[in-house]
């Protein structure tokens, strides 16, 4: 169910806040791909495929702000204003990040924006990374007698990684998606290891999730420093799983 917000200022145009999944544009959500079609302004993230972007209708201006991992990107700050100028004027306008807008997407401070500024706005949910790479596993992200719980853990380095619950990750039975952690990851590996992880729990990076160029590598905790250095994209770290290999949908790089 989306969430809209009835704003102060009726003049104004409406913002849209949505997720366009992890890339493939099957993934897409059908509000999502209406709001695409319908909108005068796309401000999109750089990784939101141009399969995705395609869908636009002629009318739209597209807008990339940056945000790829550790790329140029715009500062937050400027985004939020952006949205907001656009909406002042009347405009119909389509902030579009990859995955999900609530996971790990700045959602907040652009929803703080908006309601400053009295505007109106909808949230549609996207796929997230993290479920369309444990689909390309064959795996679920939680089953009955191994997982009571998952976690969804961030940080763009070291420092991102800091307030993590390591003592709860390390536990046997422990299923995490670790988003943006391919440059911490000899740091992740070494955090696990002093709260007791074994080196043989199953660890998988999955690079461009959903897209035709995917590619997963599966190995141990004792590999994830040496997996993480073979990725140049954008990957989510699966920990806990390792791929089904009769199910996986694309071909399985194993550590050796």
Not at 15 to 28: D, K, Q, R, S
Not at 114 to 122: P, V
Not at 168 to 188: D, E, N, Q, S, T
Request: charged share 20%.
């Amino acid at each position: 169910m989306t969430q809209s917000h009835t704003p102060r200022h009726t003049a104004f145009g409406h913002v849209t806040l949505a997720g366009a999944g992890p890339g493939a544009v099957a993934h897409l959500t059908l509000a999502v791909a209406r709001a695409l079609e319908s909108a005068d302004i796309v401000l999109h993230d750089k990784l939101v495929s141009e399969e995705v972007l395609a869908l636009a209708g002629p009318q739209a201006t597209l807008i990339e702000t940056g945000k790829a991992g550790f790329g140029p990107a715009m500062a937050q700050e400027e985004i939020s204003a952006l949205i907001v100028a656009f909406a002042r004027e009347g405009r119909n306008v389509l902030r579009l990040k990859s995955g999900d807008p609530g996971v790990f997407g700045r959602l907040g401070e652009e929803l703080d924006a908006l309601d400053a500024a009295g505007i109106a706005f909808t949230v549609l949910p996207g796929l997230t990374a993290a479920s369309a790479a444990a689909a390309s596993l064959g795996q679920s992200l939680t089953e009955r007698g191994r997982n009571r719980e998952l976690r969804l853990v961030t940080g763009h380095g070291a420092e991102g990684f800091a307030e993590a619950d390591w003592a709860g990750l390390a536990r046997p039975g422990a299923v995490a998606a670790i988003y943006m952690g391919k440059r911490a990851a000899r740091f992740i590996q070494g955090r696990l290891m002093m709260h007791g992880a074994s080196l043989s729990t199953p660890v998988t990076l999955v690079e461009n999730a959903s897209r035709t160029e995917e590619r997963v590598l599966s190995g141990t905790l004792a590999d994830l420093p040496a997996l993480a250095a073979r990725l140049d994209g954008p990957a989510v770290i699966l920990w806990g799983l390792a791929p089904r290999a009769a199910a996986a949908a694309q071909p399985i790089e194993v550590a050796q």
